[in-house]
């Protein structure tokens, strides 16, 4: 019986130390391949590239895990991958990571780990990103070892639910973390500033600053609670984007009153 | 009383049609200000420039309107006209197209247009993005004014359920369409096919092919499906990506199962 074959993608880039650390910890559990992009694209959400030509390049072996890099996006990665050569059959399943930062909260939404992560999930793969909350290059991931053996080897043999990948994030706290939590992404916003800076020419420049801003600091089942208190968060991320709930609501009366109107084009 | 504040955003560029011919629709609706890419960013999803350097140059006015460019993303436009010095409050309204080519079905995922989009909506300003189902420059967008205003009216009267923009696309059909429907996205993926070449040097690379695949030909509560009978769809999107009834649900039951376990580190 053929190994299961895991796919590998990052937004960290090739030479990363975290897709690196994930290889290390999951290399005996299945065939892996890992092709990334060739620069960091950290905040490349699922971006793809439409237009552009996009080449990979082999770059050897790492535990015996086949590396590649490109040009293109995380999405790519997990697109490309699939569509020509490296993979000779559908993967068994898509590790994203692990990130150098926190994809907590409403990070989710632009983070290419979990871009990458819902790629693989749109092609019925079960997929998952990792992230460890310390974005240094120097980071430490010893302790997502046993979680990320723990949910790779789940998800190999319970499979995950149609549409839905997981989305894993680990403290960088000062005792490692001893257990998860099954959790929903908080709510809240960055501030977003953008430092502005002049040019030599005397032109202006942004560049984006800001701090991430937890609206529910009281809620107790959220990504950010358990993050705080020393535990993994597990959440559950939902690749369909329709408002079921909201196709008719209250609130949203006028719109369904707009849809039995006729049109006229004068 | 001051005109309602309506911030507009493309993925097509600043000097696309669409964005025009947007302006010409509601310019007598608000206050507008235009910050748009400098270049086309298709398939940007809700990706952000996180640690370049960003410009914004003035373009001058059209209709009454003010209009900026920036090498960032569709997403960037949007934090960056807000927190930098282009407007002088919060928005009344965000609105992003008018795009050329679908974001109907999975597109979403990855429409920069709905990037923008959202991104109003992570900031609780009611947002819609709006698409033509005709991704040529020479489209003829004329078609779109009734739903557009209709739609902008609506939603400055109204406002918007908190975490739900607005995807509405339009089709490009022979006879312009007369009514809209509240619908939800259509399940299907992409064939992804990528086209490989060789360049001059002997090395390969690849372009982006593909088809989309409709995986629910007979459902007609679907976005496809209006627009396939000549009918504007618009699909409430959510911005939370939790996949709340999934928290533990019964295939997930092995992860709930590995969530009251403690794990050690050796």
């Known amino acids: 019986m053929k190994k299961p074959l895991i796919l590998i993608a990052n937004d960290d880039g090739i030479t990363a130390p975290g897709v690196h650390r994930l290889i290390d910890f999951i290399h005996d559990l299945g065939e892996i391949v890992c092709l990334c992009p060739d620069s960091p694209r950290s905040g490349g959400s699922m971006a793809l590239t439409v237009n552009g030509a996009l080449r990979v390049k082999d770059c050897g072996e790492y535990m015996g ?11 790519d990665c997990v697109k490309l991958a699939w569509h020509t050569v ?4 559908k993967p068994d399943l898509v590790v994203t990571g692990i990130n150098h930062g926190s994809n907590a909260a409403i990070n989710v939404l632009y983070s290419g780990t979990m871009g990458a992560a819902q790629e693989g999930c749109a092609f019925g793969v079960p997929s998952v990103g990792f992230s460890l909350t310390d974005h240094s290059m120097r980071a430490d991931f010893s302790a997502c070892r046993p979680f990320v053996r723990a949910i790779v080897s789940g998800m190999l043999s319970h499979g995950m639910p149609e549409g839905i990948c997981l989305n894993v994030n680990i403290p960088d706290s000062v005792q490692p973390p ?3 939590r099954l959790v929903r992404a908080c709510r809240g916003n960055w501030s977003d500033e953008y430092k502005q800076y002049t040019d030599p020419a ?5 560049m984006l600053a800001g701090a991430l801003i937890n609206a529910e600091p009281d809620s107790t089942d959220t990504d950010l609670h358990v993050l705080s208190q020393g535990e993994v968060s597990v959440v559950p991320v939902r690749l ?3 408002a079921d709930d909201a196709t008719a609501p209250r609130e949203l009366q006028w719109l369904a009153e707009l849809c039995k109107e006729t049109f006229s084009h004068e």
């Not at 895990?65 to 999405?75: D, E, K, L």
């Not at 005397?202 to 942004?206: E, L, N, R, T, V």
């Open 202 to 206: 005397g032109h202006a420049f942004y």
């Open 240 to 242: 369909d984007r329709t």
């Open 178 to 180: 001893v257990c998860m």
């Open 86 to 89: 490296l993979l000779d059959r």
């Open 65 to 75: 895990a086949r590396m590649y890099s490109t040009n293109g996006t995380p999405t």
